[in-house]
């Protein structure tokens, strides 16, 4: 199939109905949900990276998380945005340390998380990051016990400013903004994580059985208000 030839007026109305969409939106926006309503012919990638270059001096700015796409302030001008109506999440060191741990070494267990810690993991701290819709169950590890298998999700790269999880700061980028002091390990490498939602090889789906047993649905299949 011979590729559809777009001319100027047919590019320029798409990036309308797509700067449209976006800011309609509360949440980012997927690249299906886009390519459903663009005219036929539209690359929807390369048209959002368009757009993305004509607002990148504006006050407010296109980003990318994953594969969606959402409008956000400018980060040189987050000074003048004022959130006194926000409640300002606050996590204790203990709940940093696992989403940091989570968002490393992903796909990761309880039982892997308390081991890189040296200590236990209450049930309360990943509470507190599921709630804040920066953590979720990925699946069950194929290995005894079958334990769920923990990542972060599409929240938590749109909270950090990341497009995806391979931005996430290396060891030169921690040292120099002082989070990574003392003295290193010889050898020490900063772990790469899993760069996708797709299960691994050591993984199964969840089933409505075992969001049953972990208190996600109630008996019967019904969420668990």
């Known amino acids: 199939m011979e590729p559809v030839s777009i001319d100027e007026r047919t590019l320029r109305e798409a990036l309308r109905i797509a700067e449209a969409l976006v800011f ?16 036929r012919g539209i690359e929807v990638r390369p048209l959002m990276e368009q757009l993305k270059t004509e607002y990148a001096s504006r006050g407010v700015n296109l980003v990318q998380v994953s594969d969606h796409w959402a409008f956000r302030t400018a980060a040189d001008l987050s000074f003048a945005i004022r959130k ?46 599921m709630e804040a819709g920066w953590v979720r169950f990925r ?53 790469l994580p899993n760069l996708g939602d797709e299960l691994t090889e050591d993984e199964d789906p969840i089933t409505p059985l075992d969001l049953e047993e972990l208190g996600l649905l109630t008996p019967g299949g019904e969420p668990d208000e």
Request: proline share 8%.
């Open 139 to 191: 699946g069950r590890r194929r290995s005894p016990g079958r334990p769920v298998t923990l990542g972060t999700t599409r929240d938590f790269l749109d909270h950090f400013g990341l497009e995806e999880l391979r931005d996430l700061p290396g060891m030169e980028e921690l040292k120099s903004a002082g989070l990574l002091s003392g003295r290193i390990p010889p050898g020490f490498n900063m772990p």
């Open 84 to 129: 006194e109506d926000n409640e300002v999440r606050r996590l204790s060191r203990a709940a940093l340390e696992v989403l940091a741990i989570i968002a490393y070494h992903q796909p990761v267990t309880r039982a892997e998380i308390e081991e890189i810690r040296g200590v236990q993991t209450s049930k309360g701290t990943l509470d507190v990051l």
């Open 24 to 39: 309609a939106s509360a949440e980012p926006v997927s690249e299906g949900f886009l390519a459903e309503r663009l005219p």
